[in-house]
């Protein structure tokens, strides 16, 4: 068996972004960009407003206050889409809304607050330095400035940026498309109620929503029983995907049928059999090109071995560069009993406590437990090395949920001052 580090390392040098494809912006959120996208002009095109006011020349009002302010002429209005007709010339000023473009001979704008009035003229009651409260042209971003790296995995944000620069469709590394292919003459699916001796298919289920999250597109095949012709031509079907899951059928029983299966489509194994817990049948391999995995079919054991090693593999495929699950310091809570001469993977809830986060069992870590995983927050690291973690020892978590060992209060400054 080789180790879970060796294991992550050969599915990541055998895995490579998938080809690129171009779809409408809003389409590209949560995609990564395949291309560099510059900008073909200066955003904004011209100095506007950042505020409603009244754009001055700052020097007609170096000395106004509010107890000696300075009555100026209002020569015009302008809203944002329209262009200034008038130039601000000594003792002038013009009416200016958010956005609007900048009268020319005006330097400042000065707030509707420091102001009293209106109508044809109009009192300021502040002074302003020159380009204060004015958006210069280009400030956000430069005509043939990159706007957009490629590689860049496009949040709101990004498609925000994008959009202003006119790029209604762009270049976006295409999704990997995975079958899952799951095997057992015990499954049923989940509009049936199992028999005695049924259980139903949740394994294809999970996966399929890690591989959505992973942002890839997952497809579950029909069960397939353990007969070597049916696991044949189920698999047969799925190898025409970018990438191939199966549970199930890669140990030693005698109903253990899908190792063979691969063998005989050609599969080139790299790997089969990882020094970890839970996961140690795991097997990978190559065929015509397409990563296969032959997943363990305990249920904990199948979705532990999606996370450490499918999800990497499938958001390289998809343009990721970071593709290995957060991972954060955290405390025991309590002695926690490892496996020996394995690197095992348990399952953990996290608390905060002040400045540091503690992590708990979720209680029995049976490879067929999902609910433990379901009640996890993170996986805690049990080195290779170790037999028992103390409590009060330091350790090394992957999360499953990005926000569990954050502080999520939905308010800002409020409960600050409600602590101290």
């Known amino acids: 068996m080789i180790s879970a580090d060796e294991a992550l390392r050969i599915v990541l040098?055998?895995?490579?972004?998938?080809?690129?494809?171009?779809?409408?912006?809003?389409?590209?959120?949560?995609?990564v960009l395949a291309e560099e996208v510059r900008s073909?002009?200066?955003?904004?095109?011209?100095?506007?407003?950042a505020m409603d006011g009244y754009a001055v020349r700052s020097a007609d009002v170096a000395h106004a206050s509010e107890s000696n302010p300075v009555r100026l002429a209002v020569v015009e209005t302008v809203g944002a889409g329209a262009?200034?007709?008038?130039?601000?010339?000594?003792?002038?000023?013009?009416?200016?809304?958010?956005?609007?473009?900048?009268?020319?001979?005006?330097?400042?704008?000065?707030?509707?607050?420091r102001t009293r009035g209106e109508g044809d003229s109009v009192e300021i009651l502040a002074a302003v330095a020159p380009g204060e409260s004015i958006r210069p042209?280009?400030?956000?971003?430069?005509?043939?400035?990159v706007a957009i790296e490629a590689g860049k995995l496009l949040r709101a944000s990004d498609l925000g940026v994008l959009a202003s620069v006119s790029r209604p469709m762009l270049s976006v590394y295409r999704r990997p498309r995975v079958a899952i292919v799951v095997t057992g003459d015990e499954l049923v699916d989940?509009?049936?109620?199992?028999?005695?001796?049924?259980?139903?298919?949740?394994?294809a289920y999970a996966l399929a929503a890690g591989i959505r999250e992973a942002g890839a597109e997952a497809s579950i095949l029909r069960i397939a029983r353990d007969r070597p012709e049916e696991i044949r031509e189920r698999l047969s079907e799925a190898i025409r995907f970018d990438a191939v899951l199966s549970t199930g059928g890669v140990s030693v029983g005698q109903f253990d049928h899908v190792k063979g299966v691969l063998d005989e489509l050609g599969m080139r194994t790299l790997f089969h059999g990882v020094a970890q817990k839970p996961g140690r049948p795991l097997k990978f391999g190559l065929l015509d090109g397409r990563p296969i995995f032959g997943l363990p079919g305990n249920p904990v054991s199948t979705m532990v071995c999606f996370y450490l090693y499918v999800r990497p593999a499938l958001l390289r495929m998809g343009g990721r560069r970071d593709v290995g699950l957060p991972r954060i310091k955290v405390v025991c809570a309590t002695?926690?009993?490892?496996?020996?001469?394995?690197?095992?993977?348990?399952?953990?809830?996290?608390?905060?406590?002040?400045?540091?986060?503690?992590?708990?069992?979720?209680?029995?870590?049976?490879?067929?437990i999902m609910s433990s995983l379901s009640r996890a927050d993170a996986l805690l690291i049990g080195a290779m090395k170790e037999t028992r973690l103390q409590a009060g020892a330091s350790a090394i978590a992957l999360l499953l949920d990005p926000y569990a060992a954050a502080d999520v209060?939905?308010?800002?400054?409020?409960?600050?001052?409600?602590r101290n």
């Open 335 to 368: 002695d926690i009993k490892v496996s020996s001469n394995l690197t095992e993977f348990i399952r953990v809830r996290l608390e905060r406590r002040g400045e540091t986060i503690h992590a708990t069992p979720t209680g029995n870590q049976g490879s067929g």
């Open 190 to 203: 989940i509009d049936e109620v199992p028999a005695a001796a049924q259980v139903v298919n949740s394994s």
């Open 409 to 418: 209060e939905a308010f800002f400054e409020e409960r600050r001052f409600q």
């Open 40 to 49: 073909p002009r200066d955003i904004p095109g011209f100095d506007n407003s």
């Open 83 to 113: 262009i200034p007709s008038h130039r601000v010339e000594a003792g002038q000023a013009v009416r200016t809304m958010t956005g609007a473009p900048i009268a020319p001979g005006a330097d400042a704008i000065i707030p509707v607050e």
């Open 13 to 31: 040098e055998n895995v490579a972004p998938l080809g690129v494809e171009r779809v409408a912006l809003l389409d590209a959120l949560g995609r």
């Open 137 to 145: 042209r280009g400030e956000d971003v430069r005509a043939g400035q």
